[in-house]
């Protein structure tokens, strides 16, 4: 299985600022055929389910505000966000589909500071 | 607009078999641009894939549940059915329903999602 290491576990950012959120995987998630990265990266509030922020590493779902962004290629990712909001409080999640079994990162809490 | 619906018991007993039923509204199952897929999440813990359906039967199983697990297409109602055997306290999770994008999309991401279920392994 292709394990996915997310670090900070938390952090905590002052409305405004920068957040940065770096997810690795255990073995490249590049589809060479494709020359597309196979993770995507949710954002999960309290009681909700998962939403779908990003795709192919750096792709933004419709509807996603562009203050988030995601970059990276092969093991080392990143979600950034470039203001942080007060609705962005939330636990993150990288996820690879590059093979099978999927796998999640652990999570990532972000809170304001 | 997609919507999904998890529905079943929310309490079942150790050794016996997790059922629960996910309705699909606002788009067809049967449709080449779209798999099916579970995921499970335990209180205060992270997310679990379970597996994926694609609306003609294939199926794909995450290995660690594969011996477990059954998910199911029922194209006549729109929707999608998961059952879990031989439950432990260890399966007690909230578990999602959601759509995977079928490939040449972004296939592995899970793009809609329903409320999820609490499902509670007790006696």
């Known amino acids: 299985d292709i394990v996915m290491t997310q670090s900070p576990d938390s952090l905590a950012v002052s409305l405004g600022e920068r957040a940065t959120i770096n997810c690795k995987s255990s073995?490249?998630?590049?589809?060479?055929?494709?020359?597309?990265?196979?993770l995507a990266w949710y954002q999960q509030k309290p009681g909700q389910p998962p939403k779908l922020l990003i795709y192919?590493?750096?792709s933004r779902e419709s509807g996603v505000p562009d203050r988030f962004s995601g970059s990276g290629s092969g093991t080392d990712f990143t979600l950034t966000i470039s203001s942080l909001q007060t609705e962005d409080v939330a636990v993150y999640y990288c996820q690879q589909y590059y093979s099978s079994p999927w796998t999640f990162g652990q999570g990532t809490r972000v809170e304001v500071k | 607009q997609l919507q999904l619906q998890e529905s079943g018991p929310g309490l079942v007993k150790p050794s016996e078999t997790l059922s629960l039923n996910c309705s699909v509204s606002?788009?067809?199952?049967?449709?080449?641009?779209?798999?099916w897929g579970w995921v499970r999440q335990p209180p205060g813990k992270g997310l679990e894939w379970i597996g994926t359906?694609?609306?003609?039967?294939?199926?794909y199983y995450n290995p660690s549940l594969k011996s477990r697990v059954s998910i199911s297409v029922d194209t006549s109602n729109n929707q999608f059915s998961l059952r879990l055997t031989s439950v432990t306290a260890a399966d007690t999770a909230v578990y999602y329903c959601?759509?995977?994008?079928?490939?040449?999309?972004?296939?592995?991401?899970?793009?809609?999602w329903g409320q999820g279920a609490l499902v509670i392994v007790s006696s």
């Open positions: 606002g788009g067809p199952i049967v449709s080449g641009a779209s798999h």
């Open positions: 192919w590493a750096s």
């Open positions: 359906i694609y609306w003609s039967g294939t199926t």
């Open positions: 959601a759509r995977v994008p079928s490939p040449p999309s972004s296939w592995g991401s899970l793009d809609y």
């Open positions: 073995q490249s998630v590049l589809h060479n055929s494709q020359s597309k990265n196979n």
